[in-house]
């Protein structure tokens, strides 16, 4: 079993920046294939980045140029860099460790209790 605790979320004005973590303990099921997910008031859960066990990355169009992530494989922590941040990025935010990494996609078994982030305008 995996547990993550997602830290560092808070609130910050326009333009500002918040760096997330995620640390890992448990057995890793997928040997670190993870991802940050936002839940936003009134919005579907939307997949905003992914990391791979060999630090491929893949973001969501919403967050690319401005959002970053990345992994301490050593210290099983998963981080996302969010930077200039807007209105729209409030939400609460998720990580989440894939237990099936195919070629049709990946599916997230293990999740985090969220942090919340708020952005003011």
């Known amino acids: 079993q995996v547990q993550l605790v997602e830290s560092g979320g808070g609130s910050v004005p326009q333009g500002g920046s918040l760096r997330l973590s995620c640390v890992a303990s448990?057995?890793?099921?997928?040997?670190?294939?993870m991802g940050w997910f936002r839940q936003s008031p009134g919005k579907e859960r939307e997949e905003i980045a992914t990391i791979t066990n060999d630090d491929y990355v893949k973001y969501g169009d919403s967050v690319k140029g401005r959002f970053t992530i990345s992994q301490d494989k050593a210290k099983r922590t998963t981080f996302l860099q969010m930077d200039n941040l807007e209105a729209e990025d409030t939400g609460m935010y998720y990580c989440?460790?894939?237990?099936?990494?195919?070629?049709?996609?990946?599916?997230?078994?293990?999740w985090g209790q969220g942090t919340q982030v708020t952005v003011s305008a």
């Open positions: 448990g057995n890793s099921y997928s040997m670190y294939n």
């Open positions: 989440a460790e894939a237990v099936v990494v195919d070629s049709r996609g990946w599916i997230f078994g293990f």
